[in-house]
């Protein structure tokens, strides 16, 4: 379980707790400033259950304590999500073969940023 911010250009701090890639629990502030949670984030709307948290902290302490009391049934939901996300036609490639992995990307990206040599440029002559 690790906590991570709703999408790539969110700001503040993380609010998405995921499993396995999956978001299972949703920190959410209101305008007053008080914060709520959605429990069986992943889950259709009807299924989720909304909670008043006292602070971000107290949330994030909450929701965490709530998902290993529910760790089994967690990781069953999450695999079959992740399942259902692996037969989606963007999960292949144009040539029919599995897209590269999160991981696999990261070792693609180091290992071309590794093999990549940047000459210094030559300073310019002020005139």
């Not at 502030?29 to 909670?51: K, P, S």
């Amino acid at each position: 379980m690790q906590w991570k911010l709703v999408h790539l250009t969110a700001s503040g701090p993380p609010t998405v707790l995921e499993l396995d890639g999956v978001g299972v629990v949703r920190l959410m502030d209101r305008v007053g400033g008080t914060w709520f949670a959605v429990l069986n984030y992943h889950l259709d709307e009807d299924q989720q259950v909304r909670r008043d948290c006292t602070s971000y902290e107290a949330g994030r302490r909450g929701a965490e304590l709530w998902a290993q009391r529910h760790m089994a049934r967690l990781e069953r939901e999450a695999a079959a999500k992740r399942e259902r996300w692996a037969r989606l036609p963007v999960a292949a490639g144009e040539d029919g073969r599995p897209r590269l992995t999160v991981e696999q990307m990261a070792e693609e990206r180091a290992r071309i940023a590794a093999s990549i040599t940047v000459t210094p440029r030559r300073p310019r002559r002020r005139r």
